[in-house]
T-cell receptor, first 116, second 111 residues
Framework: AAGVIQSPRHLIKEKRETATLKCYPI?????VYWYQQGPGQDPQFLIS???????DKGSIPDRFSAQQFSDYHSELNMSSLELGDSALYFC???????????????FGQGTRLTVV | QKEVEQDPGPLSVPEGAIVSLNCTYS??????FMWYRQYSRKGPELLMY????GNKEDGRFTAQVDKSSKYISLFIRDSQPSDSATYLC???????????FGQGTELSVKP
């Protein structure tokens, strides 16, 4: 079965550079979530999109932006990178438009970003 | 104070032991309670989810929710070395689908 695809898997950037992370949700899933997981930390919610519109926003720095495109893939753009941005970035997708009170979120393998 | 608290461990047990993992939460509006398993450098994988207070069993795994105490548990029976991973509890936000995670408990099952 198709899963959530994230690219790249690993990324090394220098301070003050820009990074773009991509997420391809499971086919027919309408919602995408982005999480940041620092070393030894729990995943922290950044932002989510439902049907290409931002649906919720968490602790996402102003230096970061994201969007969901017409094909439902999503990109997280990170500018003026700082050392503290080094983390594992996960994308998850779900089918929230099904009307069910709970729908499972499936996680991708993550992008490991290292800022040097 | 975090909305979801989880003992980070690490926890080391012998093969065959019963493992108990626990989380407490502060927001009584949380409706769905999940347990995820995360292997090193991999994405979290859903193990179980529950809605109401009580027990839910799936093979060797039992999830328990006590809403009155704001306390959830995951029990693993007959633990196996392949169960070695980090276990994260998570709650579904009452205002949307985002998940609020506990800190995760690192479990090691020794053969």
């Amino acid at each position: 079965a198709a899963g959530v695809i994230q690219s790249p898997r690993h990324l090394i950037k220098e301070k003050r550079e820009t990074a773009t992370l991509k997420c391809y949700p499971i086919p027919r899933h309408d919602t995408v979530y982005w999480y940041q997981q620092g070393p030894g930390q729990d995943p922290q919610f950044l932002i989510s999109f439902y049907e290409k519109m931002q649906s919720d926003k968490g602790s996402i720095p102003d230096r970061f932006s994201a969007q969901q495109f017409s094909d439902y893939h999503s990109e997280l753009n990170m500018s003026s990178l700082e050392l503290g941005d080094s983390a594992l970035y996960f994308c998850a997708s779900s089918l929230d438009g099904s009307g069910a009170p709970y729908t499972e979120a499936f996680f991708g393998q993550g992008t490991r970003l290292t800022v040097v | 104070q975090k909305e979801v608290e989880q003992d980070p461990g690490p926890l080391s047990v012998p093969e065959g032991a019963i493992v108990s993992l626990n989380c407490t939460y502060s927001n009584s509006a949380f409706q769905y309670f999940m347990w995820y398993r995360q292997y090193s450098r991999k994405g979290p994988e859903l193990l179980m989810y529950t809605y109401s207070s009580g027990n839910k069993e799936d093979g060797r795994f039992t999830a328990q929710v006590d809403k009155s105490s704001k306390y959830i548990s995951l029990f693993i029976r007959d633990s196996q070395p392949s169960d070695s991973a980090t276990y994260l509890c998570a709650m579904s936000s009452p205002t949307g689908g985002k998940l609020i995670f506990g800190q995760g408990t690192e479990l090691s099952v020794k053969p």
